[in-house]
């Protein structure tokens, strides 16, 4: 049972030749803007890579990268294999290739869709990620002094700044770490010791959160010390109003952040996949209709008009006309009476010599069958059609055909 | 005596309008890009246009974007004319459109100079309209109560976090203006009563700077209140230490920032201009050399081309002539119309 199976005529074909090298190109650029959002998203991630625990959600921009570049070179291709469609001198080159071509051009547009399953899918690996990432540089937060962690203090500080969110779930996270380094603490103060003893492990603890914190859309100036504390400001609860710290979390906001670019790319991905998709089926259309031509040496099809001038002599010479993909003889749907030939039928190739005659375009679409009994002919006739692909071969008849 | 003569063969002539066609394409897109600069250098002064108190500076802008779409017309038109210049038929027509549109398109080219001199002229105005603007949005810093300056604080702690500034000149400039607004001071507690008591407007005035001007850099927690009181902190010299505030003054930022977007757009400013003033004096050169083919039978001479037929000087009295006969004309109109009767009396004598 054939799958799909399409008739095709030889101007579809040739159009089809055509529609396919023009969308072959739209597909390699495609494969550059995946190949480009790739490295758009890998970058992004790198630049917050300080605040992930693990590169595991890398896999995605890498997926798009390697299906970018590999798209960009199968429909490179593919455009090649269609020039040489319509070539029946030429498209024979590429039948050995074509198999694996097809393997190897199915396998990455599935890895195109996979990619695209896959940020979906690790979503979840991003928040854990994340959650541990954020965790430890809230700890770390003090330590500008301890080397491999001097900057977590800047990064932090510029992340809930950029990205208007505090702490990891929220605010209160800061509240569970020493935050001040002991370097700034003055251990001879009561209210230092107090604040140590308070806790087992000796830290530090503040209801405060840092500067990076505030919030400037706020109408007051930033309460960012003694948050829970009512009595230490003048006209504030903080279980009823509005803090004017932000609200998100850090967490959130960069998994809101990520998940944002991550359906952009995925709704663009898809689209290059569709186009890639639809590339590789007319491909497979284009090239299981050339090979049904490939067989057909004794019928050749070919765009011409015979314009007998000068030197034909008399002769009740026909054309025929004929159907194409036609195994046997039908009847002819039209055919015309040529001028004579200049002696028997032996010579009558002289009609067709190239050399000597002009052969122009016509409507006619000429089947010629060399003998009535299907006797092979050496070399082929003039094949022109549109004006991507011109071959001309001279026709030389047989010595006695009985035309 | 004519001014900077050439000799123009044929081929010359053909080389010159097929060469000049091509730069007219060239010019066209620059002035594109000259729009494009302007329209970009106006949006982003208006980002900032509520710290700026005066909107002199935008001239600057406007003008490189009024030049910008005056010569893609002009490079158009030069374009055209490059096109019609070889067919003798059909280059007569421009012949009394060319010399105004010389006139212009040299005024419009010289505005190009006159825009990038204004940029570097325009920087006294611009930093004295930042500092009153900043000063301003420093003082209304608290009034996130009032109508049409809530914003204030809002746009003057962003600013001051975007481009790593406090203050208008420093962070000093906070210690003399009450930015706490009254709505969150206790009145009843002493520190509030003593500070305000202190100053002469009964301001609460306080050595202390918004949290916009802590600099996320600095290895220590922010001190941002007492800034002049060592002993509130733990380890701390003001004096000495290098505080966790931004250094530079928002005003100096700025101006830093403005001047450094204008000098990238100098230089291209003046190629544009280079380009610009080439290709109207190649559009000169050809059509003084077609407008010695005109009327001969051979289309192939030799003919001369020049900037001015004569001299700079008798060029230009010829043109002041041409003008003052132009309204004499105008006078002499309204003269002869209010007076026909002694006209006619005259005209028989002297026949």
Not at chain 2, 272 to 292: D, H, K, N, P
């Amino acid at each position: 049972m054939v799958v799909g199976k399409m008739l095709f005529t030889f101007q579809k074909r040739v159009k089809l030749a055509q529609g396919l090298w023009l969308l072959s190109w739209m597909s390699t650029l495609g494969g550059a803007v995946t190949f480009t959002l790739g490295c758009f998203l890998k970058t992004e991630l790198r630049r917050r890579g300080e605040v992930m625990d693990n590169t595991d959600i890398h896999c995605v921009p890498n997926t798009l990268m390697i299906v970018g570049l590999a798209s960009m070179g199968i429909n490179y291709f593919s455009s090649r294999i269609c020039q040489d469609a319509l070539d029946a001198g030429r498209f024979p080159q590429w039948k050995t290739y074509l198999k694996p071509y097809f393997g190897c051009s199915i396998f990455f547009t599935t890895l195109m869709l996979i990619s695209v399953i896959l940020s979906y899918a690790m979503k979840g690996s991003l928040e854990s990620s994340l959650k541990i990432g954020l965790k430890n540089g809230i700890r770390f937060y003090k330590d500008t002094d301890t080397p491999g962690r001097c900057y977590q203090k800047q990064t932090i500080d510029r992340l809930q700044m950029e990205f208007q969110c505090c702490g990891n779930s929220d605010y209160r996270d800061w509240f569970e770490v020493q935050w001040i380094s002991n370097r700034y603490l003055d251990f001879s103060s009561k209210e230092v010791k107090d604040r140590i003893k308070s806790n087992v492990d000796g830290r530090y603890l503040v209801d405060g959160v840092p500067f990076s914190c505030c919030n400037p859309s706020s109408p007051r100036p930033c309460i960012q010390y003694k948050i829970t504390n009512n009595s230490a400001h003048y006209n504030y609860e903080h279980e009823t109003e509005e803090l004017n710290l932000f609200i998100h979390g850090c967490r959130e906001a960069l998994v809101d952040y990520y998940m944002g670019l991550m359906n952009t790319i995925g709704a663009v991905v898809l689209s290059v996949f569709l186009i890639q998709s639809s590339v590789l089926a007319s491909l497979r259309l284009l090239q299981t209709s050339m090979e049904a031509v490939a067989g057909q040496e004794n019928w050749v099809e070919i765009d011409v008009q015979l314009d007998v001038m000068g030197g034909a002599r008399q002769s009740n010479h026909t054309l025929t006309v004929h159907n194409n993909f036609s195994q046997n003889i039908t009847p002819p749907i039209r055919s015309k009476e040529l001028g004579q030939t200049r002696s028997s039928p032996a010579h009558y190739d002289d009609i067709w010599h190239c050399s000597e005659h002009h052969l122009e375009i016509s409507t006619l679409l000429i089947k010629v069958p060399f003998t009535q009994h299907r006797k092979t002919t050496n070399g082929k006739l003039f094949m022109r059609f549109g004006h991507l692909f011109t071959r001309q071969q001279c026709f030389r008849g047989p010595e006695n055909a009985n035309f | 005596m004519v001014l900077l003569k050439l000799k123009f063969p044929f081929q010359k002539r053909v080389r010159l309008a097929q060469g000049l066609w091509l730069l007219s394409w060239v010019a066209m897109f620059s002035g594109a890009i000259t729009f494009a600069m302007g329209v970009f250098l106006k949006t982003e002064l208006h980002r900032r246009s509520e710290v700026m108190h005066s909107m002199d500076i935008h001239i600057v802008p406007n003008l490189l974007m009024a030049v910008g779409l005056a010569s893609v017309g002009i490079n158009i038109c030069a374009g055209k004319v490059c096109q019609d210049s070889l067919d003798p038929s059909r280059f007569p027509r421009w012949k009394t459109f060319l010399p105004p549109f010389f006139f212009l398109s040299v005024f419009v080219s010289s505005l190009l100079l006159v825009a990038m001199i204004l940029s570097f002229a325009l920087q006294p105005s611009l930093e004295e309209s930042l500092k009153i603007g900043l000063k301003n949005g420093i003082r209304f810093y608290k009034d996130t109560d009032t109508p049409g300056r809530c914003f204030q604080k809002e746009t003057i702690d962003r600013l001051q976090i975007e481009f790593q500034c406090c203050g208008n000149t420093n962070y000093r400039d906070w210690f003399e203006v009450q930015w706490v607004s009254s709505r969150y001071l206790d009145f009843t507690s002493k520190e509030v009563k003593d500070r305000v008591k202190s100053n002469i407007d009964g301001r609460y005035l306080m050595d202390g700077v918004p949290f916009s001007c802590c600099n996320p850099s600095s290895p220590r927690p922010c001190i941002q209140n007492s800034l002049l009181d060592n002993a509130a902190h733990y380890d701390y010299e003001y004096q000495t230490e290098e505080l966790n505030l931004h250094k530079r003054g928002c005003r100096q930022a700025l101006v830093s920032y403005y001047m450094g977007l204008m000098n990238t757009i100098g230089p291209c400013v003046l190629l544009f201009f280079l380009l610009q003033m080439s290709i109207l004096v190649s559009l000169r050169y050809l059509q003084t050399a077609m407008e010695g083919v005109l009327g001969e039978e051979n289309l192939e001479i030799e003919t001369e081309g020049y900037i001015l037929e004569k001299g700079v000087k008798e060029t230009l009295l010829e043109t002041k002539e041409k003008i003052m006969k132009l309204l004499q004309f105008a006078q002499v109109g309204d003269a002869s119309a209010e007076t026909p009767g002694t006209e006619s009396e005259e005209k028989p004598a002297t026949a």
